[in-house]
């Protein structure tokens, strides 16, 4: 039931109760008021009756005059009841009428008072008021209807029924017009309501009203200002959070206590392998049994890690109780673990590779030690220890230059050099070994050719590619360098026409310590790093490096370095500072 309905009915039932007492007070009182004048008219006209009398005997007649043009019935009672005259009634018809003496008021006359009476009378069949007087002859009554006194009563429940029926449809309509205007002014508090709780955050009623709906009105807009800032503070929090939690390394998700994914991050999907998870249980994503068990200890309430392997990928899984369910986490310790087998093969290497010189030091240091050699052999000793120490010199030059590269603290400083006047300048710093061979350089095209690169970095490069060429290369061949500028820069190709290395090999030999044949290189001299440090300077400087090579018929190995970009030139470290020692080229 709407508002104004409820105040209507309220209205007409206070109303109706309010003219129910109303019209019972004016009856009782009209009735009282009415029935007094009544009783004293009666008295005035019984007196006049008496009066009347005089000295006459009581009879019909009397009564007819006495009554004769007034609406009054006249009475006369002998002392022993008797009605010996009336004035409704006909002389004739008098024998029959009933003795009056035990009529309440006619009892009360004939014992010397005022007699008092009212109801329907026997003999005349109307609701009479009766009034008797004592009269030394017997009792003189007088009475009239009383139906006059009741219409005047009805009549004015009349009046008074038609003046609240006037007075309700009045309070009807005006309670009718309050409720409206009170449900159009809460209406608009209404739709301001309903419009913010159906998500209109920026809706206000604005209400410039006073009184107590204005100030209903300014406290919801205020309110909703409230949540308006709070749910904008949540949004952006929630955004915060979203990226951070799509932006994590580790694999992220929600679960519930039935293993379903509620939410799972970018890694998590990743690692997976599908995109649309959530919902699905975890049971239909890994077959894993370590997952399911971190879940079901981390849904059990107790923090679990576990390691679990994944086609190809090893992974930390962490469960960690969240609610009734459990978040779990997926680290990736493929590369780690991969790292840690790469450190693991780099210590094997670099201790193997220390271990033959050292053992030849100890072996030779000795017997000089023990003071058991003579002149000539310690001599000897000595040459082949310092071999040795020679070779783990160039172990640890070559590590150290490698660690520099790998570890970013150098960076190539692009400068124009004569690429010729560089490859003359190593050849003629190699050992004297390639002249005692015959082996012959041979440097195309022989003009000069000017080409921007790290100068360091580039005879670094050129050292390792032609001790390596001269190394292999049969006695009195040819080792030819061919320079030339492209486009996209400078490309060098240094080919001997040594024993070549077979296909197997030929990409592994940029790996640190991978050599074709161990023994041999290590007899040459060589460390297995130069290739690496190598290509690690080419790649620097943006460029390849790559080897051809044909079993018996020689090795080409050719390198690129693309012309410095803008930025780079722009970059160029000042003289003073390139030459400090940490930016220095290695090895050079
Ligand atoms: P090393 O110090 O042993 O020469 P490198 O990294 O320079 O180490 O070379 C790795 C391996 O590649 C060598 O051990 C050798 O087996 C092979 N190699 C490199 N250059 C040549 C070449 N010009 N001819 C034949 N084999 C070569």
């Known amino acids: 039931m709407r508002l104004n309905q409820k105040i209507g009915l309220i209205l007409v039932a206070a109303l109706a109760v309010a ?10 009182r009209l009735r009282s008021g009415i029935d007094a004048a009544s009783r004293d008219q009666l008295r005035d006209a019984a007196q006049l009756v008496v009066h009347g009398i005089g000295r006459q005997a009581f009879s019909d007649s009397l009564a007819d005059r006495l009554a004769a043009g007034t609406a009054i019935r006249v009475t006369l009672i002998g002392r022993d009841g008797t009605v010996l005259g009336d004035s409704e009634v006909p002389a004739q018809r008098l024998p029959s009428v009933e003795n009056h003496a035990d009529r309440p008021e006619v009892r009360s006359a004939l014992a010397g008072r005022e007699g008092v009476a009212s109801r329907p009378s026997q003999t005349v069949s109307l609701k009479l008021l009766y009034l008797a007087l004592p009269h030394p002859l017997g009792v003189v009554r007088v009475s009239r209807s009383t139906g006059e006194q009741t219409s005047i009563v009805a009549r004015t429940r009349g009046i008074l029924a038609v003046g609240a029926l006037l007075t309700l449809l009045l309070v009807f309509g005006l309670s009718r017009l309050v409720t409206n205007m009170l449900a159009r002014a809460l209406g608009g508090i209404r739709e301001t309501a309903e419009a913010i709780t159906a998500g209109d955050l920026s809706r206000r009623s604005r209400s410039t009203e006073p009184g107590e709906l204005g100030a209903l009105s300014r406290s919801i807009d205020d309110m909703a200002d409230r949540i308006e800032t709070v749910v904008a503070d949540f949004r952006r929090e929630k955004a915060d959070l979203d990226a951070l939690f799509e932006s994590l390394e580790d694999g992220l998700a929600v679960l519930d206590d039935q293993q379903v994914v509620l939410r799972a991050n970018r890694a998590f999907k990743e690692i997976v ?6 919902g699905e249980r975890l049971t239909s994503l890994f077959r894993s049994a370590e997952v399911r068990r971190a879940a079901d200890v981390a849904i059990a ?18 469960g960690l109780p969240h609610g009734n369910g459990a978040l779990l986490v ?10 840690e087998g790469v450190r693991r093969d780099f210590v094997a290497n670099v201790s193997h590779e220390l271990k033959t010189p050292l053992t030849t030091v100890m072996g030779f240091a000795e017997p000089i030690a023990d003071g058991n050699v003579g002149p000539d052999e310690a001599s000897a000793f000595g040459r082949r220890i310092l071999h040795a120490a020679q070779r783990m010199r160039r172990l640890v030059d070559d590590l150290l230059d490698l660690s520099r590269i790998e570890t970013g603290s150098w960076r190539p400083v692009p400068e124009e050099l004569d690429v010729g006047a560089a490859v003359r300048e190593v050849w003629a710093s190699l050992a004297s070994g390639p002249e005692r061979r015959r082996i012959r350089l041979v440097i195309e095209p022989e003009e000069t050719l000017l080409a921007q690169a790290d100068a ?7 050292r390792n590619l032609l001790e390596n060429a001269a190394r292999y290369a049969p006695d009195g061949s040819e080792i030819e360098v061919r320079a030339e500028k492209e486009a996209s820069g400078l490309r060098v190709q240094i080919t001997d026409s040594g024993p070549g290395i077979p296909p197997v090999h030929q990409e592994r030999v940029f790996e640190r310590f991978y050599r074709v044949d161990p023994a041999r290189s290590r007899e040459q001299g060589g460390t297995g790093l130069g290739l690496s440090i190598v290509k690690h300077l080419v790649k620097a400087q943006g460029g390849d490096v790559g080897i051809v090579s044909d079993i018996g018929a020689g090795t080409t190995v050719w390198f690129t370095i693309p012309v410095p970009s803008k930025a780079t030139a722009t970059t160029v470290v000042p003289k003073t500072e390139a030459t400090s020692p940490e930016e220095e080229a290695p090895g050079v």
């Open 19 to 28: 003219f129910l007492i109303l019209s019972w007070l004016v009856d009782a």
């Open 456 to 462: 360091g970095a580039f005879l670094q490069i050129l």
């Open 330 to 339: 997926l680290r990736d310790l493929t590369a780690l673990r991969h790292l």
């Open 273 to 278: 392998g599908r995109g649309d998870i959530e």
């Open 301 to 318: 309430g107790n923090h679990v890690d576990l390691e679990a392997q994944r086609r190809e990928r090893t992974l930390l899984v962490s």
